[in-house]
């Protein structure tokens, strides 16, 4: 038992996707009309008005199984399992539909629910992803639930475009992984095996790397969508740190800072100089133009002399 939780804005989007299914079955629900979609969508609204703030109200989803537990899933025990779920999750005091849908090998249902509750307060988000790891594995033992296999064994002939892609992507990964030791090498063997690497960068000028994504066939996914174990932050551990080696730009300003400070250790004044200008003082450079700047050199014996008739003639 796996959850997959989305966000979004458009309840008519993600109600036409639920139900729009080959053998799509309503299980449970509560505060909505169930007549037809747009009843469905239009009840969701109205309750969003509540709190109209708010840019993405929609809640939706995705609780799925493995096909050992299929013969056990009637429709009855999956809403039970699903309205449990909801109940640890914190999603109470709120509209939703469960919907069961038969187009894959994984029984599953979607919970589309609104965001905004029956008093307009909205329905906290905070460390969600977490809490559904905790609840699905709370939940899998209590019933008996199969639990996930290795993805590498996934049969990905049976999957479909998208879902297809990101197996494939996390089975190259993983193989991979087993045989290099660094950034370059990974991004070049991934590159041979048709897996796209990119890094994402938290400012524009490219310097600090933020997260990867990994590319196949069209698609694109962050690391952590592939596997948790694919994060950077993890990667990069496991490559000893080499961040600085994946940007160019980020090289090439630590060398040039580098460089710098290399120079501040020099001394001012060296005999391999090869630059005039090298051996001048700020000072003398930017001094005013009535500021002496240069030493006096000590009067030669003839100019003491004549200097000393001078004031003996005045003497006179």
Same mark, same amino acid.
């Given at each position: 038992?796996?959850?997959?939780?989305?966000?979004?804005?458009?309840?008519?989007?993600?109600?036409?996707?639920?139900?729009?299914?080959?053998?799509?079955?309503?299980?449970?629900?509560?505060?909505?009309?169930?007549?037809?979609?747009?009843?469905?969508?239009?009840?969701?609204?109205?309750?969003?008005?509540?709190?109209?703030?708010?840019?993405?109200?929609?809640?939706?989803?995705?609780?799925?199984?493995?096909?050992?537990?299929?013969?056990?899933?009637?429709?009855?025990?999956?809403?039970?399992?699903?309205?449990?779920?909801?109940?640890?999750?914190?999603?109470?005091?709120?509209?939703?539909?469960?919907?069961?849908?038969?187009?894959?090998?994984?029984?599953?249902?979607?919970?589309?629910?609104?965001?905004?509750?029956?008093?307009?307060?909205?329905?906290?988000?905070?460390?969600?992803?977490?809490?559904?790891?905790?609840?699905?594995?709370?939940?899998?033992?209590?019933?008996?639930?199969?639990?996930?296999?290795?993805?590498?064994?996934?049969?990905?002939?049976?999957?479909?475009?998208? &879902? @297809?892609? +990101?197996?494939?992507?996390?089975?190259?990964? =993983? *193989?991979?992984?087993?045989?290099? /030791?660094?950034?370059?090498?990974?991004?070049?063997?991934?590159?041979?095996?048709?897996?796209?690497?990119?890094?994402?960068?938290?400012?524009? &000028? @490219?310097? +600090?790397?933020?997260?990867?994504?990994?590319? =196949? *066939?069209?698609?694109?996914?962050? /690391?952590?969508?592939?596997?948790?174990?694919?994060?950077?932050?993890?990667?990069?551990?496991?490559?000893?740190?080499?961040?600085?080696?994946?940007?160019?730009?980020?090289?090439?300003?630590?060398?040039?800072?580098?460089?710098?400070?290399?120079?501040?250790?020099?001394?001012?004044?060296?005999?391999?100089?090869?630059?005039?200008?090298?051996?001048?003082?700020?000072?003398?450079?930017?001094?005013?133009?009535?500021?002496?700047?240069?030493?006096?050199?000590?009067?030669?014996?003839?100019?003491?002399?004549?200097?000393?008739?001078?004031?003996?003639?005045?003497?006179?």
């Amino acid at each position: 038992m796996i959850g997959k939780l989305k966000k979004g804005s458009s309840f008519a989007g993600c109600i036409r996707y639920v139900t729009g299914k080959d053998e799509a079955k309503i299980l449970a629900s509560d505060g909505v009309l169930l007549g037809t979609n747009a009843e469905i969508v239009q009840s969701f609204e109205l309750q969003r008005q509540l709190n109209p703030r708010i840019k993405k109200p929609v809640g939706h989803i995705a609780l799925s199984f493995k096909p050992e537990d299929k013969p056990r899933l009637t429709d009855e025990f999956m809403a039970k399992i699903a309205l449990e779920y909801m109940q640890m999750m914190g999603i109470t005091d709120t509209q939703f539909i469960i919907v069961r849908h038969h187009n894959t090998d994984n029984p599953h249902c979607h919970i589309v629910y609104n965001r905004i509750n029956n008093e307009g307060k909205l329905i906290s988000d905070r460390n969600d992803y977490r809490r559904n790891e905790q609840v699905t594995k709370t939940l899998k033992p209590k019933y008996g639930l199969a639990y996930g296999t290795d993805k590498s064994k996934t049969n990905t002939c049976k999957l479909r475009n998208r &879902e @297809r892609a +990101k197996y494939e992507i996390h089975n190259v990964v =993983k *193989d991979v992984l087993k045989a290099v /030791g660094s950034w370059q090498k990974f991004k070049n063997e991934l590159a041979k095996r048709g897996v796209l690497l990119e890094f994402v960068y938290k400012d524009k &000028e @490219r310097t +600090k790397v933020q997260g990867i994504r990994f590319s =196949k *066939d069209g698609y694109s996914f962050k /690391g952590t969508q592939i596997c948790r174990e694919y994060s950077f932050g993890k990667l990069d551990a496991k490559f000893e740190g080499t961040e600085n080696h994946i940007s160019t730009r980020a090289n090439s300003a630590q060398q040039y800072e580098q460089g710098c400070r290399k120079n501040e250790q020099v001394p001012f004044m060296s005999e391999s100089c090869q630059d005039p200008w090298d051996g001048i003082s700020s000072i003398g450079l930017f001094a005013s133009v009535n500021a002496q700047t240069f030493e006096s050199f000590p009067e030669d014996e003839s100019a003491k002399k004549k200097k000393k008739k001078r004031r003996r003639g005045f003497s006179l």
